[in-house]
């Protein structure tokens, strides 16, 4: 595997105006979103699921990669194709989130570490071998009194940055995703003080372990306050915190950066990162698209509801989501009719 196709590939996934489809939520994260719409937590509602938004009419006009879970990987349509071949036949490029989870960090309390370094470069391979081009691991960083540790920082950084360098020994390009939760009370300026913290010492460990910078890609939090501060600051201001923290700490070798939503609503995801590349695209040497779960999924999981007849209509409310963010990268997304204009 050449540099090169590290580079061609990060690049496609950030090509023109589209954004990545983060559809890599493990069972327990699938099964908590289905049961509180009623929808039976099993393989098959979740093969349902993923067929549905594999599936969907158009969504390769906007989207340029799909992450996937282990179950999903190796499961197949109806028609007996496997999911990542029907992503790839959709010109959409299949990846694999291939950690294993945050797990409680010993001697830390209220702190996790992400695990799945064991046995990574074997997955890879296997990864590789089904089709997957890119991949994605999660480093979880919550804030409260406290909090961040020193220790939760690093060890987070040191995991993300030797999993991208197996990633990339592999011929997959990683996706570097470390997450500041929006989780508590706090201010903006508290979040963009972390963000800033995490994102410097992320890129510090990438570049001991030698991870080549333009061979993957940066998946972090956009900076914002906490979901239960009293100020909830405006669409601006946060483009204003995110954008100066990303130009302080990603360094200009990185070919894109792709938001995580977090928790946002879908419409807040999409106003926001429309206002950053609205106000800062003449200043940015990386693409800034997205790259998101909830804020994509969620309408079309209402109005799916586990129910084969609302098929074509979740399907709809996926892709105009996918729209609208695509729009969003080109600065194009009207906040007022919440559509792409
Ligand atoms: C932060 O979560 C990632 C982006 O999703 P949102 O846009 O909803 O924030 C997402 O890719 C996440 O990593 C997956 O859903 C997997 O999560 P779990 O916790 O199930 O491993």
């Not at 940015?284 to 998101?292: G, I, K």
């Amino acid at each position: 595997m050449t540099a090169q196709t590290l580079i061609d590939t990060a690049r496609a996934l950030v090509a023109s105006d589209k954004g990545l489809l983060a559809m890599d939520e493990s069972n327990a994260t699938c099964n908590k979103r289905f049961a509180a719409l009623g929808i039976p937590q099993t393989a098959a509602a979740r093969r349902d699921w993923r067929e549905l938004i594999v599936t969907a009419p158009g969504l390769g006009d906007s989207i340029s990669g799909a992450i996937l879970f282990d179950e999903t990987i190796r499961q197949q349509t109806n028609a007996g194709q496997p999911f990542a071949e029907a992503l790839s036949g959709a010109g959409i490029i299949p990846g694999i989130k291939v950690d294993t989870g945050a797990k409680p960090l010993a001697a830390h309390p209220g702190e996790t570490v992400t695990e799945g370094l064991d046995g990574l470069r074997e997955r890879l391979a296997e990864y590789a071998g089904m089709g997957a081009r890119f991949a994605k691991w999660r480093g979880v960083i919550a804030i409260a009194s406290g909090l961040p540790t020193r220790a939760c920082i690093d060890v987070n950084a040191h995991a993300l940055a030797r999993y991208a360098a197996l990633c990339q020994e592999a011929g997959l390009v990683p996706i570097v995703e470390p997450e500041v939760l929006m989780d508590g009370d706090h201010s903006l300026a508290r979040c963009a003080e972390v963000t800033e913290e995490v994102l410097h010492r992320t890129f510090a460990e990438l570049r001991a372990q030698g991870v080549l910078l333009e061979g993957m890609l940066l998946k972090p939090n956009m900076v914002l306050p906490g979901q239960k501060a009293a100020t909830q600051d405006s669409v601006d201001a946060v483009a204003d915190a995110t954008m100066a923290c990303l130009l302080r700490t990603v360094p200009a070798a990185v070919p894109g950066v792709a938001f995580l939503s977090g928790g946002q609503s879908a419409q807040l995801a999409s106003a926001r990162l429309n206002a950053m590349n609205t106000k800062y695209k003449s200043r940015m040497p990386w693409a800034l698209t997205f790259s998101f779960s909830r804020a994509v999924q969620q309408p079309a999981l209402d109005a799916w509801k586990g129910d084969a007849a609302n098929v074509a209509e979740a399907q709809q409310a996926l892709v105009f989501r996918t729209r609208c963010n695509q729009a969003a990268r080109r600065g194009g997304y009207d906040t007022q009719r919440d559509a792409p204009r």
